[in-house]
């Protein structure tokens, strides 16, 4: 494939994979949590299935990666991208460790769950009768979604200075973030223009890759991808080529 044909930009969001609290649904921001060895085997499926040459995310097509400094995030990019894509990445200086992708500082509410925030807040009626929601509400002694916001916002700018010169694939110039599932759904919230508090449900798989690009080759029209449709790899079509 040609530089000609890479196409729009697009940003491949990869969530890190199973901890011990995300099996019991505890907020996890910044305590550092290792994966475990189902979250090792979620990445390393994620990782076979679409990293490598002719696959969805091609190392040699990216143009950055940006990481979470968090323990579970850095084993995660370390066992998706295998070791010679890793070198190549880190040789090209293309390789990013930022606070703007750590998980949103949860604070007093670190290693709770939803019912047990919930119900302390309601202790100290702090909420009235509509029950807390992180989007809206933020946490005690952590973020605001405004401070979330912000960081993203950042971080998005940075991308799409990136990527704006070549919206119709001039040059390959895809981006990987490795992070967290709050923190990744409100990138997405952002990428796609919404406040935090717009409902947006959205749910994505420990392990998991989600897909954001543009519209119309427009670096001002971003939008997530629904499906993809992923051509056969150059040795497959060849022998579907023979069969007919």
Same mark, same amino acid.
């Given at each position: 494939m040609s530089d000609k044909d890479a196409g729009t930009p697009r940003l491949f969001l990869a969530r890190h994979g199973e901890t011990e609290w995300? *099996?019991?649904? #505890?907020?996890?921001?910044?305590?550092?949590?290792? =994966?475990?060895?189902? %979250?090792?085997r979620q990445v390393l499926g994620s990782g076979r299935a679409l990293v490598g040459s002719n696959k969805l995310i091609n190392p040699?097509?990216?143009a950055a990666v940006y *990481?979470?400094? #968090?323990?579970r995030a850095q084993q995660t990019y370390? =066992?998706?991208?295998? %070791?010679?894509?890793?070198t190549a990445l880190a040789a090209a200086d293309k390789v990013h460790t930022t606070s703007r992708l750590a998980e949103w500082d949860y604070g007093a509410y670190e290693g709770l769950l939803t019912k047990e925030i919930r119900a302390r807040r309601a202790t100290r009626g702090l909420d009235g009768e509509r029950p807390w929601d992180i989007w809206r509400?933020?946490?005690e002694d952590g973020?605001?979604?405004a401070e979330v916001t912000a960081r993203l916002d950042d971080l998005i700018r940075e991308i799409r200075d990136m990527q704006r010169p070549y919206m119709h694939g001039e040059?390959?110039?895809?981006?990987?973030?490795?992070?967290h599932g709050h923190l990744l759904r409100a990138f997405a919230k952002r990428w796609l223009g919404y406040s935090m508090e717009t409902p947006l449900s959205m749910m994505m798989a420990p392990g998991g890759v989600g897909v954001l690009s543009y519209q119309h080759h427009s670096v001002?029209?971003?939008?997530?991808?629904?499906?993809?449709?992923?051509?056969?790899?150059?040795e497959a079509a060849e022998v579907e080529e023979v069969k007919n």
């Open positions: 995300t *099996i019991n649904g #505890r907020y996890t921001g910044v305590t550092e949590l290792p =994966l475990t060895p189902n %979250g090792e040699s097509r990216l *990481i979470s400094p #968090r323990q370390d =066992l998706l991208f295998p %070791g010679p894509a890793k509400d933020g946490c973020e605001s979604p040059k390959p110039v895809d981006v990987v973030l490795v992070a001002d029209e971003p939008a997530f991808l629904l499906g993809l449709a992923l051509p056969l790899a150059e």
